[in-house]
């Protein structure tokens, strides 16, 4: 099967393996385990932070940072289409009594300052106070979009103008730095904070990496032990997200080459769009134009070709090319498309 339906089905490397069963070991609720230790040292150096710490996943991530940011009943501004709305349960208001107040995210995945101005709440006996201002940097319901360095910086400086933090959910930042030829430091040089996971793209079985300044982390961490993710012998974890760093950073260009030629391929094939422009980085967006294939049987035939991917509107597929994913499978995949789509 070629599985595109997501970066997350990305299996360990070999030498990920290796450096999971040779990995030291001790009781990280304790502070002890040396290679989890080793891991937030060196996440916080690559993203240019003073501290870090490793949770369970992205959604944990999102979660332990808006809640480390706020108190109850504060207010935190983001996109509409960011994904701590859309695909986190709610949880921050669930679990942190904090009040989400959405602003339209642009196709390009940015929120107008404009916009995140006019959110900020004045002070009014009537209203939640403002804490928060989250970005989404590559933006996952934005096509994968990129927040670049001189946007990321306009946000930082009106939310330090006005007194607010900045947290930058950064699930596949590597591949916006890696897309725009920058250092990542570059993006997140602005934001109070910075989340990234290892198990998207950098093909880690488990865990995310939450960054900000000592102080920040340190609440990050209780956060993170009263939602249950306070991990024993993470180095196991830990040792495979060091590999990645390592290793998995820079070969995601090949990941954003083979998304454009599965993009180009796709755009000979009657019967489907794709806008070439709108693949940034490691997503395809896929729409079926010709109204004799039924979405449904598209998807369900191309499935018992060997070909899957997923859904995300009546009309609309998401392709997503990943470690494991070659430029033959992308030569595959597009003659399965092109043989269901004539039908
Ligand atoms: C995947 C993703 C998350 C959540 O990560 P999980 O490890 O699946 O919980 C958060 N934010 C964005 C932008 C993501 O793409």
């Known amino acids: ?37 080793k891991l937030q040292a060196a996440a916080a150096d690559v993203v240019g932070k003073e501290a870090a710490l ?20 504060e207010e935190v501004i983001l996109g509409s289409q960011a994904h701590i709305f859309w695909y986190e349960c709610g949880g921050m208001s669930a679990v942190g009594g904090l009040h989400p107040h959405t602003v339209p995210n642009q196709k390009d995945g940015t929120i107008l300052l ?13 209203f939640p106070r403002t804490r928060l201002i989250c970005l989404e940097n590559t933006h996952n319901r934005c096509r994968g979009a990129i927040l670049t360095p001189e946007y990321t910086d306009s946000a ?3 939310a330090k103008e006005k007194g607010l933090k900045v947290y930058i959910d950064g699930a596949r930042i590597f591949n916006a730095s890696v897309a725009l030829g920058v250092d990542v430091k570059d993006l997140t040089r602005s934001a ?21 300044s000592k102080e920040f982390i340190a609440e990050a961490r209780r956060m993170r032990k009263s939602l249950g993710g306070g991990m024993r012998q993470a180095g196991i974890i830990a040792a495979a997200g060091l590999v990645a760093l390592d290793e998995m950073i820079d070969r995601l260009s090949e990941d954003h080459a083979n998304a454009k030629t599965l ?4 755009s000979n094939i009657e019967g489907l769009s794709v806008d070439i422009e709108s ?16 979405p449904e049987a598209f998807l369900e035939q191309c499935r018992q070709k060997g070909l899957d991917f997923v859904q995300t509107d009546t009309r609309t597929f998401r392709m997503v090319t990943h470690y ?12 399965i498309l092109a043989d269901v789509a004539k039908r």
Do not use: W
């Open 54 to 73: 490793l949770v369970p996943s992205g959604t944990m991530a999102n979660l332990v940072s808006v809640l480390a940011h706020c108190r109850r009943g």
């Open 192 to 212: 109070d904070s910075v989340s990234f996971c290892l198990s998207k793209g950098l093909a880690c079985p488990v865990g995310s990496l939450v960054c900000g």
């Open 263 to 266: 993009a180009e391929g796709i």
């Open 279 to 294: 693949v940034h980085t490691n997503m395809v967006y896929v729409e079926v134009s010709d109204s004799a294939i039924e």
């Open 156 to 158: 930082g400086a009106l």
């Open 114 to 126: 404009e916009d995140i101005e006019k959110a900020i709440r004045p002070f009014n006996d009537h």
């Open 1 to 37: 099967m070629i599985d595109l339906r997501s970066d997350t089905v990305t299996l360990p490397s070999p030498t990920m393996r290796q450096a999971i069963f040779d990995a030291p070991l001790g009781d990280d609720v304790f502070g002890d385990d040396p290679t989890v230790n």
């Open 324 to 335: 494991g994913i070659d430029k033959s499978h992308v030569d595959n995949a597009v003659s």
